[in-house]
């Protein structure tokens, strides 16, 4: 039995870190194969080894039996490996043929003969249902179709081995269907995937083979089906995970935010955000529930200031907030965990420790008549450090030398801290790790009990399940309709996400 | 009061004052900016390879940089190499250096050229612009044949107003239906649009445009040159120094003003190194002492348009014309035609 | 935390020998004396009075125009308009020190006039700003067409209302001048004046401005990440134009120093200073912070005086320019630098 | 005068103080979309107008004729692309901050020439005047055209044709052909091209280098069309213009070139106003600012926000997120 793809003893080292030791992999033809790990473990070192961005000081790689070199994208591409990375590699401003076609132009006289190009892709994505535009920006096409142009690009260039690296965790739930039956249609026509995960769920549904990689080390492989998630789960942290939920009775109080008919439009002047009304009320979690781009992004930022209501009313503890600058929503009470880390949640070129009262430095004590006290905000800092466990050399350490999961308990630590009276928190724990992800559920679940409001806007089904007192569920910019997560599967969840109303719609609609 | 320096350039024979040194500091233009600087260097040069002076320790200059430089370079020169006896700072933006480096100084001469500035030591050299300006403006006026005549300027300062009003009080002299087409550039050192301006000029029908805007005038070359080629009779009047070169070879160059700063700068050292500085004094070269005048190359230019301008500078030197400098002076002038 | 402190310090040191020993390599090659040409530069400078003096001269609107571009820097913003905002401080201090009564005391003249200077800097500084913040217009275009209005407009003021003799302003009174006789025969006659106590103060102020005020943690802030800044609550597009106009001002005061100090009146330019682009070169090499500012001007002074002396020696004063810009050039490069210290370092830590 | 008369001093005008600022900016394009920022226009332009001065004048010498400023204008594109290499080396291989190797390519131009002009003319500060230029000619047949032929085809030096031929053929090269592609992939996006296996360091010199080629035309045709010689102020600020431009055009050639023909058309306007007698009363520094204060104009009120290429002024550093 040859494999496709062997990778023996591999090892990478970064200044200071092993990040591959002595691995081996494993992938036979045909076959879904799984790399899992927590953040860090060195899944995407393994997997950019392989696809040639990187040359490992050690070990030996043999494609279908022959050892190889892989010294360049070029070279895998040769070799008939594709990837799909975890930050997606499109060019916004591009098309997404000339996304795709990059590199290996089809030309006439110099000229790309575009019609050809397209003509192919479409072909291709006939071919493997993957429907997309080829004309479309990429910057237009939702997340999910950036994925597929992804797809698309490795199929384009005749891939027969690709590497999926955490394909899911910017995807809806049912994109991540659709994903899977692609997946599924891959390898039927005979090509081989590695899929790098952290979702034990999706393993279990698509993987034929998982190996488990931690702190760099090969842990072992198992076949997925004589498998369970929890045994994986343990293989992959070395200790058993407790999967947080929300057990506490529900004692909703107040109403503290309330939405009267708010419209929000976005940057192209459509209303994203469609006279929706809500209320979260203390003591409760309240998911919104949603296909990415429903408005989700723009509700959050007309609540929090960032951007202008059209029309409508926001209250916070029955106080109009509508149109007040960002500081004084923040002031008034609302915390905001955003979506996107790196963009609004830190400046990554300050320390950690300034970046702890990014939201505060104006206050006492840490400012006072205009000058700032570093002891104040050094102490602030530590203070949080150590309370919510974030994994950094130093204060004075730069933001962007943390990994994801320390910036983002940096950011929950700075938020929760505030004692808001309503806490926002999106995609929270977007590609997290489990131990991470246990950690800042148990917090979000903190705030409830400590009568707080937490407004929780998720892709991930199984968080909002599991947090919510009640699902609100977002389509085209509108409630369409509030479930009890006890009382919905998650089937039903996704038909409402898609805009379809359940029959026997329940009562407590808005 | 003005005097000129008569009395010290008869004198020029005989004994060598032991040790005269003699330097200058150019402005921003430096050595070889085909105009003032060089013309200096070329006066200090020839006396001092005529006097068996010894380059960069007899006789030397020393380049600004920016404005802030002139001080400094005046002062190096005081101490340097023991210390020059005479110091030139060449072009009005010196002044101000001028005068406070020889208040500073008193046992050191200098002399400014293109302004005035009252001390002691100080000489000062200017040059009667307004009068050589006429002459060419009596040229232009009596060739155009469109009756519209151009005048470049550089920046607008009173002294490129000498240029201006002179000229346009010489073509009035002899052609008062004759138009003057009169812009600046705002700068000295911007060919294009010295090109642009003269392609107005000519485009409106001039067919003779005088430049008094250093680099900028350029571009007026440029312009008449490339008319010229396509079969336009045009023609441009140089400045400061013979531009016949600037023209060729196309042959544009209808004649210059020249400023011989060359031969005042020579004639002071000369003077100085016998023992007459002229301190205090505000040497004036105009017409009279061959300061300024129209260049050697004037082929283009006939016999009685030539007889003209020697009527008019013989005028000018009797006193009977004064050819005015600024804007109002003009517009006496002009009354005065009437 | 420290060593790497240091060794960040240490590029600028290095590029800086290596931009002279290249300068020196070129006059070897042109057949000059680069030992001679260093060693004239460094007597005339340091131990020469009055060149001594006429450094601090050049220095002090160095230092301020570098921390002009240091602060735009710092707060992200790319400012080549200091040239502009300098000749408009310079008119708005001499100005004022015209049309306000001669017989004031120097301490009202002179801040009133410095004030005056940090207002029209800060002005011209605050239309791109503007423009950036509330139109989203890129602030090199601006800035680069703001400097060419600044240019002819401060020329037509002077024309048309000061006008003085020799093109250019008439002398401000002396009670608005910066120099002193004691300064003066300090340095053997050089025009040094008490600017450089206004410049050193200036570093200070953006010093203390960045790194102690809230103000500054805002600036700096919004420099690095203008989104995370709106989220904090920061108000992104006043900070902006506070920015620029902080970064105007210390152009403008630049200007005053040339009107108070270095002339006692405006000239009528027909060009640049050039200041304002040294000034990017000073903040580059001084990796934008207030001290490094300083330093650089230091350097750039010193290169700039000792143009006079190579000048004595037949050196043509542009391989000045030539080395200055390859000292920049190995600023720039820095990453050279790192590499080849990485390397010796790992060289240095055996086999492993 | 009537309009046509003005159009007709004001059109040929215009595009002949364009036309450099057509090349450079076209260059600029090129840089900034491979993703490095070039401050450094200024330099080579004036690295390109020394070029063409000094060979103008050496193949003049050697009896080249009427060739000579042509074959300058090459020599000039081939060191302008030399000397670009330098910045390139700077800001590609050895992640130098790009604005300052722009500005010290500024520095190091404007040095080196003036010098090397003092070596090469004994102590001059400034070349010599070229004989042989490149003329303003009337197209024939053209310029008989009524009406564009005056305003188009009059007048008008064939650099210009060059030049605005070149902005479409550039923009041709960037938008339609797989090198313009991966051009502007790695000035978007050097990671992504990276993956599929495009060298973003050759590209990103190749960018560079092109952008060194235009400047050095551009600068070389400023001399040979307007200068006609070249000493330290000849180039003084035309390459900050051409960056103008560049932004302006929102970092597309088309867009560039016609930037460049406002900013031409804005200066021959307040040059002719002179001239116009209704014009004439405005005080003349309100016609010297126009050009700039339209500029900013034009950008504050239509023009607004454009988006540089996303990874200009970033090096690129294989495997760093
Ligand atoms: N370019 C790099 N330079 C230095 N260190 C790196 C680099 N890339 C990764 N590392 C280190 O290698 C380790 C493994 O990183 P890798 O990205 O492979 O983890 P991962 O398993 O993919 O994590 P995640 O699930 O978060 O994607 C990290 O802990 C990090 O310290
Ligand atoms: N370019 C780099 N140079 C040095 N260290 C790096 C680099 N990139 C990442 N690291 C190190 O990698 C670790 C983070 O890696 P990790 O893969 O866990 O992050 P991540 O969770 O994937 O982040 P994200 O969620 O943003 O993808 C940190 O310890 C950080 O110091
Ligand atoms: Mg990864
Ligand atoms: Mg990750």
Sequence with gaps: MTYVIEMRNIRKEFPGIVANDDITLQVQPGEIHALLGENGAGKSTLMNVLFGLYQPEQGEIYVKGQKVKITSPNIAGDLGIGMVHQHFMLIDTFTVTENIILGSEPTKAGKIDIKVAEEQVRKLSNQYGLNVDPHAKVRDISVGMQQRVEILKTLYRGAEILIFDEPTAVLTPHEIRELMKIMKLLVSEGKSIILITHKLKEIKEVADKCTVIRRGKGIGTVDVADAEPSQLASMMVGRDIKFQVNQEPYHPGANVLEIKDLTVLDSRKVAAVNSLSLTVKSGEILGVAGVDGNGQSELIEAITGLRKAASGQILLNGKEITQHRPRKITEAGIAHIPEDRHKHGLVLDFSIGHNMVLETYYQRPYSKAGILHFDKIRKQAEKLIKEFDVRTPSVDTPARALSGGNQQKAIIAREIDRDPDLLIAAQPTRGLDVGAIEFIHRRLLEQRKNGKAVLLISLELDEILNLSDRIAVIYEGKIIDIVEPSKVTEDELGLLMAGHHLKGAHENEH | GSSNGDDGSKSSGGDKKKGFKVAMVTDTGGVNDKSFNQSAWEGLQKFGKDNGLKLNTDYKYLQSNQASDYEPNLNTLVHNNGGYNLIFGIGYLMEDAVKKVAAANPNTHFAIVDDVVNAKNVTSITFKEEQGSFLVGVVAGMMTKTNKIGFVGGEKSALIKKFENGFKAGVKSVNPKADVLVQYAGSFSAADKGQAIANSQYGQGADIIYHAAGATGNGVFNEAQNRKKKGDNVWVIGVDRDQYDAGMPEDVTLTSMVKRVDNAVEQLSKDAMNGNYHGGENLQYGLKDNGVGLSEHHDHIPDNVMKKVDDYKKKIINGDIKPPQTDAEYKDFLASLK | MNTKRLSGAMVPVISVLLGLIAGAIIMLISGYNPLQAYGDIFQMVFLTPYYSGETVVTIIPLILSGLSVAFAFRAGLFNIGVEGQLLVGWLASVATALLLPAGLPKVIMIPACIIAAIIGGGIWGFIPGLLKARFKVHEVITTIMMNYIALHTTNAIIRKYFYAEGERTPNIPDSASLSSQFLYNLTAGSRMHWGIIVALIGAVVMWFILWRTSKGYELRAVGFNPDASLYAGMNVNRNMVLSFFISGAFAGVAGAMLGLGTYHYMTINQDFTGIGFDGIAVALLGLNSSFGVILGSILFAALETGEIGMQSLGIPNDLVQVIIALIIFFVASNYIIRWTRDRLKKKGGGAK | ?321
């Design chain 4, 1 to 321: 005068m009537t309009i046509m008369e003005i159009l007709e001093i004001v059109i040929p005008s215009a595009i002949l103080s364009a036309t450099p600022l057509i090349l450079t900016a076209l260059g600029g394009v090129f840089s900034e979309r491979s993703g490095v920022v070039n401050i450094g226009l200024e330099g080579l332009m004036i690295i390109g107008a020394f070029i063409g001065a000094v060979f103008t004048i050496l193949f003049e010498h050697i009896g080249l004729g009427a060739a000579s400023p042509w074959l300058a204008l090459l020599v000039a594109a081939i060191i302008g692309a030399a000397f670009s290499l330098l910045h390139a080396v700077a800001s590609i291989t050895f992640r130098a901050d790009q604005v300052v190797s722009g500005v010290a390519i500024n520095f190091l131009a404007l040095g080196i020439t003036v010098f090397l002009v003092k070596k090469l003319f004994a102590g001059s500060g400034q070349t010599p005047y070229i004989d042989h230029r490149i003329n303003k000619i009337d197209v024939p047949l053209l310029h008989d055209i009524p009406i564009i032929g005056p305003l188009f085809f009059s007048n008008i030096a064939y650099t210009s044709y060059i030049a605005i031929i070149l902005a479409f053929v550039v923009w041709y090269v960037l938008f339609k052909t797989s090198f313009g592609l991966r051009l502007r992939s790695v000035g978007e996006h050097p990671a992504a091209a990276d993956t599929l296996g495009i060298n973003v360091s050759r590209m990103r010199y190749l960018g560079v280098a092109l952008s060194g080629a235009l400047g050095g035309l551009g600068g070389a045709v400023y001399v040979v069309t307007i200068a006609t010689n070249f000493g330290a102020t000849t180039i003084s600020g035309e390459g900050y213009l051409a960056l103008a431009a560049m932004i302006f055009g929102k970092w597309n050639p088309l867009g560039a070139m016609g930037a460049a023909l406002f900013f031409g058309f804005a200066q021959s306007l307040s040059i002719i106003g002179e001239s116009i007698p209704f014009l004439k009363s405005i005080p003349d520094v309100y016609l010297l600012i126009a050009p700039y204060v339209l500029t900013i104009l034009a950008l504050a009120g239509f023009v607004g926000r454009a988006d540089a290429p996303k990874a200009s002024g970033v090096p690129y550093i294989k495997g760093q997120r």
